[in-house]
């Protein structure tokens, strides 16, 4: 197997992405390691923008021995590290503590998909790395009483079977309560929805071309329905929400990230949501809650693909890497 030891398709395809990813996560780790007043949250992020670096490093060399041309990805002319505060401490620990959950599955997906060794090796690293980051972000918000738990139940007595196709098909009248997987996934999804609007609504308060705040402002428009839609299933069942999160934007003006990274960034954040939310529609055993997972799945596609058109249309969006075309070889 792989006797020649050239990277499969996969492996380049994730390794291009996540330089992308890692040089966008270093230009806002810098920024907020320039205006975090909190010292537990300044050495956390001084901790995970060392880590970035080091993949960066790591995948930088991985180009080189493969004579792979090196993304452009985001640089120090999409971060303006004088710019005043955009967000408040509390604000970018929840930040730091969505796209670490991000990146844990983005790293076990290319740890299965990877089959040389360095690059699995890599990979288990990346892992390992995010876990610490994850868990010391998470410990945090715990230690500052600012993790939202979600809803809890009252342990069974008995193991109880399902006896009627109700509890599955009953879409008209009366709904039974969310079961617990239900209930959980809902509360994910809605807590991450509420961290990412937060982030939105900060980047079109400071946003510069026309196009880009109008994007954002329709991004706004979908992110409120999906949390509208996800709190009134809790409502239902007298089950607690997480606390909104626009009060943890300044009133600056001023923006501390260029409009193509805060438009990549709003683009990544629908584009995973789409992977919780189809997760969601197959956990869910009642149908109402598997049809709304999906509309909240489609309508992140509707606006995913819309960010990526306005992306071409800025010429911001490099091209993946793909292979030959044997035709144009042939003629």
Same mark, same amino acid.
């Given at each position: 197997?792989?006797?020649?030891?050239? %990277?499969?398709? =996969?492996?380049?395809?994730?390794?291009?992405?996540?330089?992308?990813?890692?040089?966008?996560?270093?230009?806002?780790?810098?920024?907020?390691?320039?205006?975090?007043?909190?010292?537990?949250?300044?050495?956390?992020?001084?901790?995970?923008?060392?880590?970035?670096?080091?993949?960066?490093?790591?995948?930088?060399?991985?180009?080189?021995?493969?004579?792979?041309?090196?993304?452009?990805?985001?640089?120090?002319?999409? +971060?303006?590290?004088?710019?005043?505060?955009?967000?408040?401490?509390?604000?970018?620990?929840?930040?730091?503590?969505?796209?670490?959950?991000?990146?844990? /599955?983005?790293?076990?997906?290319?740890?299965?998909?990877?089959?040389?060794?360095?690059?699995?090796?890599?990979?288990?690293?990346? /892992? &390992?790395?995010?876990?610490?980051? #994850?868990?010391?972000?998470?410990?945090? &918000? !715990? =230690?500052?009483?600012?993790?939202?738990?979600?809803?809890?139940?009252?342990?069974?007595?008995?193991?109880?079977?399902?006896?009627? #196709?109700? #509890?599955?098909? /009953?879409?008209?009248?009366?709904?039974?309560?969310?079961?617990?997987?239900?209930?959980?996934?809902?509360?994910?999804?809605?807590?991450?929805?509420?961290?990412?609007?937060?982030?939105?609504?900060?980047?079109?308060?400071?946003?510069?071309?026309?196009? +880009?705040?109008?994007?954002?402002?329709?991004?706004?428009?979908?992110?409120?329905?999906?949390?509208?839609?996800?709190?009134?299933?809790?409502?239902?069942?007298?089950?607690? &929400?997480?606390?909104?999160?626009?009060?943890? !934007?300044?009133?600056?003006? +001023?923006?501390?990230?260029?409009?193509?990274?805060? &438009?990549?960034?709003?683009?990544?954040?629908?584009?995973?949501?789409?992977?919780?939310?189809?997760?969601?529609?197959?956990?869910?055993?009642?149908?109402?809650? =598997?049809?709304?997972?999906?509309?909240?799945? %489609?309508?992140?596609?509707?606006?995913? =693909?819309?960010?990526?058109?306005?992306?071409?249309?800025?010429?911001?969006?490099?091209?993946?890497?793909?292979?030959?075309?044997?035709?144009?070889?042939?003629?």
């Amino acid at each position: 197997m792989q006797e020649n030891n050239h %990277l499969t398709s =996969s492996e380049i395809s994730n390794l291009w992405a996540h330089y992308i990813r890692e040089t966008l996560s270093v230009c806002v780790n810098k920024y907020m390691v320039q205006t975090i007043q909190d010292p537990e949250i300044h050495h956390l992020f001084q901790s995970a923008l060392k880590i970035s670096s080091q993949h960066i490093e790591t995948l930088k060399n991985l180009f080189r021995q493969e004579k792979f041309p090196i993304p452009n990805g985001f640089t120090e002319e999409d +971060v303006d590290l004088k710019a005043p505060p955009l967000f408040t401490d509390v604000l970018c620990l929840k930040y730091l503590h969505i796209m670490t959950t991000h990146g844990l /599955n983005e790293y076990s997906l290319s740890f299965t998909a990877s089959i040389r060794e360095d690059i699995v090796e890599f990979y288990q690293q990346c /892992n &390992l790395d995010a876990m610490e980051i #994850y868990k010391k972000a998470k410990d945090l &918000l !715990i =230690s500052k009483k600012l993790y939202q738990q979600p809803p809890t139940y009252v342990t069974p007595k008995k193991v109880k079977i399902i006896k009627n #196709y109700k #509890y599955v098909t /009953n879409i008209l009248g009366k709904h039974r309560p969310m079961n617990s997987i239900e209930s959980g996934h809902i509360y994910f999804n809605l807590s991450k929805a509420i961290t990412a609007k937060a982030i939105m609504l900060a980047f079109k308060q400071v946003a510069k071309d026309p196009t +880009v705040c109008t994007l954002l402002e329709k991004s706004l428009q979908v992110k409120n329905k999906h949390i509208e839609g996800f709190s009134s299933l809790l409502i239902k069942d007298n089950l607690h &929400l997480p606390q909104t999160l626009e009060t943890e !934007i300044t009133n600056s003006t +001023v923006s501390p990230f260029s409009d193509k990274l805060m &438009l990549l960034q709003t683009g990544f954040l629908f584009g995973v949501a789409v992977t919780y939310y189809n997760a969601s529609v197959i956990s869910s055993m009642r149908a109402d809650i =598997s049809v709304h997972c999906e509309k909240a799945g %489609l309508n992140s596609l509707w606006i995913y =693909s819309r960010i990526g058109k306005s992306m071409i249309d800025h010429k911001w969006m490099e091209e993946p890497p793909r292979a030959e075309d044997r035709k144009k070889l042939d003629d």
